[in-house]
């Protein structure tokens, strides 16, 4: 187990990268704690996948640094960095037997048969797989398939970090909850460094202690699940991050207050920032459909079971609110009001009032 | 429950016919002459199974088989191994792979008879360029028609040119089917690059090969053109493989009873090995 840290990276996949553009990865400066659970968050072509190989050293990053415990393994080829990766699609060797594809990692790098077969079986109790032991893997399910190449990531004890790129893409829904859950609880077993990359949010959110948001090749937040979900540091984590995403609402600011169409909105802590087009954020959880407040009309009602999306036009601005219970007909005349201590003002897209001290 | 649908019926029927009139009833005229004794006129004797009898007795068609055997074996040691090698050398990313690509079919393109001539010329020990460079420059004797290891030597060259690109383009095939993720699991379980072909690129590429050994030995036991073209089946009868004897019997000595008999043996066995080979390569694949 090590700590990693990620000193100054860059990478271009261009040879001779000029603007900011021509890079997918923009300088990225991370520390991973010691047997910690990450999630890399993203969507497509935001560049995680690219940072978890340069992690695992598939890729050389164009610049910077990658440190292992404070020690520099930039240059060094992957079997070398004692990591281990899952990938998208599970990677099985056809040929072989369950067995004989756990202990591969090990029989390569010279570990005697008592200690495979030791390794292995330990492995495989906690996969729930010591039945099929015996049988190849070629014909096996892809949640199965997808176990053991998780398996051959954790068979090693050494390993450094253990890297997720979206390992339940091929697995059937159902099945997804219960590998997630298995995950989860592996790592409370093994405490090895995990990174799970997904464009998920709720992989992200279940699994991870920590969530790293990434997009356009920079990292927009890292907190907990929580952390994300009531402070987003960016419009975009807002978005991303919910469903439905955060209500961003373009503001006027005046008189020292923000004001949505007209309507004065009461903030969450002070401004912080005076510069830039003010927009306010408001998650539909903190929308309350009520009889006072900001004047709306229903436009649309989507019942998702437990609870209905209202969305309401105040002025040319749409707005979604939650509710519990009888929502609004579409067409009704209602009022909005927002929860205050939930209530943020973005500029330019980045945060710009204070948190409350919690 | 099942329902019967007879519509069926009339879209097979096309492929009935066609297959009835370019194989099944060709075949059946070929039965007919293998039972029968001809001595022209249209005039002709039941024999019953004597063409088979005699010929499966008779040494001359044990020879031929035996060299076509040889020749199939040899040929398939040298392809096969050849092919993959040259296949993995092959770039899978890049500007080179479409040059790699027209430059392995090239081969292939050349007609048959086109081959054999092309070789013999190459050969000829006085004006072939091959030819000359071996008795002249490197003094080392080499003459087709004089000595049977060279007139070996050259039809087996002569297939290895022409159709190791087929082996190649298969395998090719199949190795760049691969997802790179195996080779970077590879990596990271710290395979050696014997490891990764034994476990990753030989089992991705069994299909495409059985196949291309499947062809390659059709292709090769009924081996006819080039052969003919080449050496005429000599020195000697040194290299009258099959196929070529066969023709001698039909058309040389108009024997054609026992070329019919002949002709029916050759495909059986062609089907026999074929369909023995697949079955047991795809045995696995069914369970």
Known sequence: MAKITLSKLRHSYMANPASPDDYALKQIDLDWSDGGAYALLGPSGCGKSTLLNIISGLLMPSEGQVLFDDRDVTAFPPDQRNIAQVFQFPVIYDTMTVFDNLAFPLRNRGVDEARVAERVTEI?????????????????SPDNKQK??????????????????????????HLKWKLRSK????????R???????????????FADQVVVMQDGEIVQIGTPVELFERPAHTFVGHFIGSPGMNVLAAEMRDGGAFLNGHHIALDGAVTAQEGAPQIGIRPEFVQISDTGLPATVRKVADIGRHSVVEAMVGDTAIKAITEGTAPQQGAAVHLQFQQNQTRLYRDGWLATEGRPT | MRTQNNKAWFFVLPVLLL???NALIPMMTVVNYSVQETFGNNVFFWEGLRWFEELLNSDRFHAALGRQFLFTGLILLIEVPLGIIIALSMPRKGPWV?????????????????????????????????????????????????????????????????????????????????????????KIDGASPFKVFRYIQLPKMKQVLTIAILLRFMDSFNIYTEVFVLTGGGPGNSTTLLSIDLVKIALGQFDLGPAAAMSLIYFAITLLVSWLFYTLMTKDDAK
Request: with cysteine; glycine share 6%.
């Open chain 1, 124 to 140: 495989a109790t906690m996969l729930e797989v010591t039945d099929m032991l015996g049988t190849k893997a070629a014909g096996l």
């Open chain 1, 148 to 173: 053991i190449s998780m398996g051959r990531g954790l068979v090693r004890d050494d390993v450094n970090v253990v890297m997720f790129d979206e390992p339940l893409t091929v697995i059937d829904p």
């Open chain 1, 183 to 190: 995950l989860k609880e592996l790592h409370q077993k093994l």
């Open chain 1, 192 to 206: 090895a460094t995990m990174i799970y990359v997904t464009h998920d949010q709720t992989e992200a959110l279940t």
């Open chain 2, 19 to 21: 297959v009835a009139f």
């Open chain 2, 98 to 186: 479409p040059v790699c690509l027209v430059l392995m079919a090239l081969p292939m393109l050349i007609p048959w008879n086109v081959v054999g001539a092309m070789w013999n010329i190459f050969t000829l020990p006085d004006i072939g360029l091959l030819g000359y460079l071996m008795n002249t420059t490197l003094g080392i004797e080499y003459d087709m028609t004089q000595s049977p290891f060279a007139a070996w030597a050259t039809i087996i060259t002569m297939d290895v040119w022409h159709w190791t690109s087929l082996v190649v383009l298969l395998s090719y095939a199949g190795l760049v089917s691969i997802p790179d993720a195996y080779y970077q699991a590879a």
